[in-house]
């Protein structure tokens, strides 16, 4: 997936004391948007010449180191076993299943239309909610608009159409899906499961297990044996740092940042922002195709996050 989470369960607060300054907002706002829309492009051209679950691996296990020690260096207490154990559930569904997979799919499919597909997530995250124990049933207009996204998602995909026509690699296509449920429901247990953990120290935890449960993907793969570093690219290499530093610490440091200071509804534009930054940066940068198609399905998914967002967010009445 992209990095617009690292499946921390932080609880959303507005301050009230000391509200940052109107420019602050703007540019943590635009880091979130253009950061987390380019990670996909970042990760399209380091899977060029690494292989993608060791590059993963690697990417989450020094962003998860670093943030660890610099946490410790600010006398956070050390994590119990519980939290170890429940954030290497999260780490696996997130890292492996959710960013892993989108990794592997992103040699087969251009970045831009990966974006995309994963744009439905949040119609995702409303079916996992509802079939978790306990779960509210979305309102008609929700299902109404989760419908227009599937069926968006469905017209970009084209499966009735082979790669040489028109359509997408039905497997990278099939990847992208598994790791959109499988970011859904490790985000939902997430949240379930985390009491009292700080959200930072959370998401050092699941990027370090989750880089464990990327290296033994990978090793099953066989990405070890094909990493031959003399072979990696200059650009490869400048994707790679670009995912560890800003994709993974100062993306989702930002998106904390945010869920403190702003509300869920504003933060969450992200949903409907991020596939929009990664189709254009995919077409500008790598000439990955752009055509009448792409951008009318691109409109209809889009539309359909937004009302879903949107009616998500909205306050509910008392009753």
């Not at 990095?3 to 607060?13: F, L, M, N, R, V």
């Not at 079939?131 to 419908?147: D, H």
């Not at 009318?296 to 008392?318: S, Y």
Request: glycine share 10%; charged share 10%.
């Amino acid at each position: 997936m992209s990095d617009a989470k690292d499946g921390s369960s932080a609880e959303p607060i507005v301050a009230e004391a000391a509200r940052p300054s109107t420019l602050a907002f703007v540019l943590a706002f635009a880091a979130i948007y253009v950061i987390w829309g380019s990670t996909y492009l970042g990760i399209r051209v380091a899977v060029e010449t690494m292989p993608p679950f060791a590059m993963a691996a690697v990417r989450f296990a020094i962003a998860g180191a670093v943030l660890l020690a610099y946490l410790k260096s600010r006398g956070a207490a050390w994590p119990t076993a519980r939290q170890w154990g429940v954030n290497a559930v999260v780490g696996s569904f997130l890292l492996l299943g959710g960013n892993g997979l989108v990794a592997w799919a992103e040699q087969r499919i251009p970045s831009g239309i990966t974006a995309l597909l994963i744009g439905i997530q949040p119609l995702l995250f409303v079916l996992t909610e509802w079939a978790w124990p306990g779960g509210v049933r979305p309102t008609k207009i929700t299902l109404g608009a989760m419908l227009l996204g599937f069926g968006g998602m469905a017209w970009l995909a084209a499966p009735w159409e082979n790669s040489s026509n028109g359509g997408l690699d039905p497997v990278g296509v099939t990847a992208v899906l598994a790791a959109c449920v499988f970011w859904a429901f490790g985000s939902i247990y997430s949240r379930h499961s985390q009491r009292g953990t700080d959200p930072f120290m959370a998401s050092a935890l699941q990027m370090l297990t989750g880089s464990v449960a990327l290296a033994l993907a990978a090793l099953a793969h066989g990405d070890w044996t094909a990493w031959e570093t003399a072979a990696i690219s200059g650009r490869s290499w400048t994707a790679f740092w670009y995912l560890v530093t800003f994709g993974s610490l100062v993306g989702f440091s930002t998106f904390v940042w945010l869920m403190k200071h702003s509300t869920p509804a504003r933060v969450s534009t992200y949903a409907f922002v991020n596939p929009i930054v990664a189709v254009f940066l995919g077409w500008l940068l790598l000439d990955e195709p752009l055509g009448p198609r792409t951008i009318a399905a691109a409109t209809v998914i889009v539309i359909a996050v937004a009302i879903v967002t949107i009616a998500k967010n909205r306050p509910t009445k008392a009753r």
